[in-house]
């Protein structure tokens, strides 16, 4: 506790923390619900620790942290500590933050930067002390090498499957799952085709408006003279 104190300091408390929640697929986000309450839970670990501000950041739950997909939260999340007004940032764990060594190391090199501490349950963590950065370079080793792990199982478990002749229906719910992919995409570019059209309509309403009003102001000067 006392060496948590030593390295909150009163200009840390003032710029104020942020939480960031995440979770990896949208089926964590409907079944695995106490993962989201110890999440959550860290903005009132971070108001008892006196932080004058504390903001949640969860727009990237049902996210993967691999890095194959955009992150808008954790976007934000860097800008904000980029701008200078991070004292903290909070997650339950590594894993959260990032699972690749990209994201985590852009991450502690920024906060290393700026002076933004890190925080998990298991202690306060400052990027530009050496011991603290090779802790956390470690824990985010951890953490990519766990995703690793993770497909080399998914992997095999595919394999296995089409010796047993049972990937032809787990095929057929990749398809489908594809097929509804493809016609979001399809709907979102006939969307966007629409809105350019009423965008030159627009234009071209504007300026028919504008050449017209063009032509009476002419016209009432020449009826002057």
């Known amino acids: ?17 942020i939480v960031y929640v995440r979770q990896s697929s949208m089926r964590q986000v409907v079944n695995n619900l106490e993962s989201q309450r110890l999440q959550y839970a860290l903005a009132q670990r971070a108001r008892e620790l006196s932080f004058q501000s504390v903001e949640i950041i969860d727009e990237d739950l049902g996210r993967s942290g691999s890095g ?12 904000a500590v980029c701008a200078g007004n991070v004292g903290a940032v909070f997650s339950i764990e590594a894993s959260r933050l990032a699972r690749n060594g990209r994201d985590w190391h852009n991450l502690i090199e920024l906060c290393g930067l700026v002076g933004t501490l890190i925080i998990d349950p298991e202690g306060v963590y400052d990027p530009r002390l050496s011991n603290d950065r090779l802790l956390l370079g470690l824990k985010g080793t951890m953490s990519e090498f766990e995703l690793s792990l993770f ?7 595919i394999r296995q499957k089409a010796k047993r002749g049972e990937l032809r ?25 629409t809105l350019e059209c009423l965008q030159r309509l627009l234009c ?12 009476r ?4 000067r020449l009826s002057r003279q």
């Open 217 to 220: 102001a002419f016209l009432v």
């Open 151 to 157: 497909r080399q199982r998914s992997m095999e478990a």
């Open 1 to 17: 506790m006392n060496e948590m104190m030593n390295k909150l300091t009163a200009e840390h408390l003032e710029r104020g923390a």
């Open 204 to 215: 071209m309403i504007a300026l028919k408006q504008l050449l017209l009003n063009s032509s």
């Open 68 to 79: 194959s997909t955009a992150r808008p939260g954790f976007e934000r999340l860097m800008s």
């Open 169 to 193: 229906e787990l095929k057929r719910e990749w398809l489908h799952t594809r097929n509804l992919e493809e016609q979001y995409l399809e709907d979102e570019l006939q969307l966007k085709a």
